[in-house]
């Protein structure tokens, strides 16, 4: 079985290299989360990457999210790879330069020289430098990253949701209860 997913991922890839341009964004899909890279050419991307995409020193994910100075998350470098070798961590790759609808990507030469330019310089941040950031600040000229906006609007849902089920339980418990009202009744009416 093992086999058979190997022999599909190499024809995924090589499906994926025979498609892609010199400036794509590339998805590497990873199940929670996407890695992101600049596409070159002949197989190369170039990437923000380190230990587990660059927060190998992380202090976990509240840590890392809530950190913004990044300075502990300096071991992460810009650096050209093989597609291969970006995929041996696992998932599934694809094009997507999904901003292209709203944003007008740069020129390819212009998009290939930012990524060039960044090479060996380090330095991550899960909320405002991560891959993806780097791939569409090289693309678009404006980084952002999809993932931090989704999971930021997440934890913004989640916490309105713990807020209105804390206060209905407080107004809940504050409020006498029906059977202490039907007690107070009981006696007025033998009294």
């Avoid at 022999?7 to 590497?28: H, V, Y």
């Avoid at 960044?118 to 952002?144: D, Q």
């Avoid at 089920?165 to 009744?185: C, E, F, G, I, Q």
Wanted: net charge neutral; aromatic share 10%.
């Amino acid at each position: 079985m093992a086999e058979v997913a190997k022999i599909e991922n190499t024809k995924q890839n090589e499906d994926l290299l025979s498609k892609a341009k010199p400036g794509d964004m590339i998805e590497f899909i990873r199940g929670t989360y996407s890695h992101w890279a600049i596409y070159v050419d002949d197989g190369f991307v170039i990437h923000r990457w380190g230990d587990h995409d660059g927060i190998g020193k992380s202090v976990g994910f509240w840590g890392n999210f809530l950190t913004f100075s990044g300075t502990q998350f300096d071991k992460a470098t810009i650096l050209q790879s093989k597609v291969d070798d970006v995929l041996r961590l696992g998932g599934k790759a694809r094009i997507n330069n999904y901003r292209d609808g709203k944003w007008k990507p740069l020129e390819t030469d212009v998009i290939l020289d930012k990524a060039r330019r960044a090479l060996n310089t380090e330095g991550y941040n899960l909320v405002y430098n991560n891959c993806e950031h780097f791939a569409t600040e090289c693309r678009y000229g404006e980084a952002s990253s999809r993932q931090v906006q989704v999971a930021v609007g997440a934890s913004a849902v989640t916490g309105l949701v713990i807020t209105g089920v804390t206060a209905a339980a407080a107004y809940l418990l504050s409020r006498p209860s029906d059977k202490k009202d039907n007690d107070k009744d009981s006696e007025k009416r033998k009294g």
